[in-house]
C-alpha cells in the first residue's frame, strides 16, 4: 500500500491509475503533457508544466519520470514510466502514464481506522 500526505497535512492511502496523456513531443526530444484523460472519458488541460522530470534509475526494467503540473488551481504529480523490451515475450519499449489515485475506503472499515 501506499500512501501520500494531502495539502491538508492528512494521510491518505493511493494506488497507481494509469491514464490517458495528450503530450507534444519537441524536436530536441522533451515530452510535454497537454492534458489528462480519465479513464471515464474526462479531460483535463494541464495549465502549466512546473517541473519537468528526467528519467531515474532503471530499477526492475522501468524508469520513471515525475512531473508536476498544474490542472486549474489544483497542482498534482504525473509520472511517465518507460517499461524496457522484453524481447522474449515479444513486447517493445512502453511509455505509459499514471497518477496517484485516492482509495475509496467505506466508512467503518479497517482501512478507515488507520488512517
Known amino acids: 500500500m501506499d500512501y501520500v500526505t494531502t495539502s491538508q497535512g492528512e494521510r491518505r492511502r493511493v494506488h497507481r491509475e494509469y491514464v490517458d496523456v495528450v503530450a507534444r513531443f519537441g524536436r530536441d526530444g522533451s515530452i510535454d503533457p497537454v492534458c489528462v484523460v480519465w479513464r471515464d472519458g474526462r479531460s483535463f488541460p494541464i495549465d502549466e508544466v512546473l517541473e519537468a522530470g528526467s528519467f531515474g534509475t532503471l530499477v526492475h526494467g522501468c524508469q520513471t519520470a515525475r ?22 515475450l515479444g513486447e517493445g519499449e512502453r511509455l505509459i502514464w499514471w497518477v496517484h489515485a485516492y482509495d475509496q475506503v467505506k466508512p467503518g472499515s479497517s482501512d478507515a481506522a488507520a488512517q
Open 67 to 88: 512531473y508536476r503540473v498544474r490542472l486549474g488551481r489544483h497542482e498534482t504529480d504525473l509520472y511517465l514510466e518507460r517499461r524496457e523490451p522484453v524481447p522474449a
